[in-house]
């Protein structure tokens, strides 16, 4: 069975920086696009930014510049380095692994940055 474990949430300074991990297993990560997605209060979840098996990365127009999103295969682990965390980037951070059609996702991760 498919798990992702997110961890690195909490609670930040706007300005601040945060970096979440999403940990894989059952899957085959190497080749696996994986992404992270979020959901704050009251709004649909919403893409942030996914990588291919090949480090093809894209990201949502909204954090362009200040979130980096990196994986390392050794560790079956997905990142996601936010930086300058601005208040409306408060929601729960969710990894993702998109396979033959069915989305994975894991626990979530929630991520605060006060104003």
């Known amino acids: 069975q498919v798990q992702l474990v997110e961890s690195g949430g909490g609670l930040v300074q706007a300005g601040g920086s945060l970096r979440l991990s999403c940990a894989a297993s059952?899957?085959?990560?190497?080749?696996?696009?994986m992404g992270w997605y979020r959901q704050a209060p009251g709004k649909q979840r919403e893409l942030v930014a996914t990588?291919?098996?090949?480090?093809?990365?894209n990201y949502a127009d909204s954090v362009k510049g200040r979130f980096t999103i990196f994986r390392d295969n050794s560790k079956s682990t997905v990142y996601l380095q936010m930086n300058s965390l601005q208040f409306e980037d408060t929601a729960v951070y969710y990894c993702?692994?998109?396979?033959?059609?069915?989305?994975?996702w894991g626990q979530g991760t929630q991520v605060t940055v006060s104003s």
């Open positions: 993702n692994y998109y396979h033959w059609g069915v989305n994975y």
């Open positions: 990588i291919t098996g090949s480090d093809v990365t």
């Open positions: 059952k899957i085959i990560f190497a080749t696996a696009v």
